[in-house]
């Protein structure tokens, strides 16, 4: 069987888009949604599979791709050194518009991002959260915060970390 696979819109994209296949034997295609130029919403598309000679083609498949708003960190965004103990505020700056934040959840990270702690999660809509240094078991120059705006559900809404890294040290 010979298939095709078309896409809505440019943003969607679709590997391989075309192929044959032996009767009985499947295959995979890869869809991915590429961001890039898109400001914060939720985009819709589609992705339609047909077959020659293939029973219920074509198929279509919805592609959805939700861009959140950004938080941007405002301090620590990099570069900054901080000693255990050390009583810090973090700030950010967000637009949200039309979205009821919940809750507001701070992080931070000791190995540039691959796991968080929570520094502390604060009702509503806020644009800072103070912060005691934690002791370290050694120090660390990978160090980064985030922010999370949530909703009643706890879904993320808007998101934001550290441009750079920190140091927290001993």
Same mark, same amino acid.
């Given at each position: 069987?010979? %298939? @095709?696979?078309?896409?809505?819109?440019? %943003?969607?994209?679709?590997?391989?888009?075309?192929?044959?296949?032996?009767?009985?034997?499947?295959?995979?295609?890869?869809?991915?949604?590429?961001?890039?130029?898109?400001?914060?919403?939720?985009?819709?598309?589609?992705?339609?599979? @047909?077959?020659?000679?293939?029973?219920?083609?074509?198929? $279509?498949?919805?592609?959805?791709?939700?861009? &959140?708003?950004?938080?941007?960190?405002?301090?620590?965004?990099?570069?900054?050194?901080?000693?255990?103990?050390? $009583?810090?505020?973090?700030? %950010?700056?967000? $637009?949200?518009?039309?979205?009821?934040?919940?809750?507001?959840?701070?992080?931070?990270?000791?190995? $540039?991002?691959?796991? #968080?702690? &929570?520094?502390? @999660?604060?009702?509503?809509?806020?644009? @800072?959260?103070? #912060?005691?240094?934690?002791? &370290?078991?050694? =120090?660390?120059?990978?160090? &980064?915060?985030?922010?999370?705006?949530?909703? =009643?559900?706890?879904?993320?809404?808007?998101?934001?970390?550290?441009?750079?890294?920190?140091?927290?040290?001993?």
């Amino acid at each position: 069987m010979v %298939w @095709s696979a078309g896409k809505s819109q440019t %943003w969607i994209g679709v590997t391989p888009a075309s192929g044959a296949v032996a009767s009985g034997v499947y295959t995979y295609v890869d869809i991915t949604a590429n961001p890039t130029g898109k400001t914060a919403g939720t985009y819709s598309g589609n992705v339609v599979i @047909s077959g020659s000679g293939a029973v219920n083609t074509p198929q $279509n498949v919805p592609i959805t791709m939700t861009i &959140l708003p950004a938080i941007t960190i405002t301090y620590p965004n990099g570069g900054e050194t901080f000693r255990y103990g050390q $009583n810090v505020v973090i700030t %950010w700056n967000v $637009n949200v518009p039309g979205q009821t934040v919940s809750k507001t959840d701070t992080y931070y990270s000791t190995d $540039n991002g691959a796991t #968080w702690k &929570l520094v502390k @999660s604060q009702t509503g809509r806020v644009a @800072s959260c103070a #912060w005691k240094v934690p002791n &370290l078991s050694k =120090a660390s120059t990978k160090c &980064l915060v985030k922010s999370q705006f949530k909703n =009643a559900q706890g879904g993320v809404i808007a998101e934001g970390k550290s441009d750079a890294t920190f140091t927290m040290t001993k």
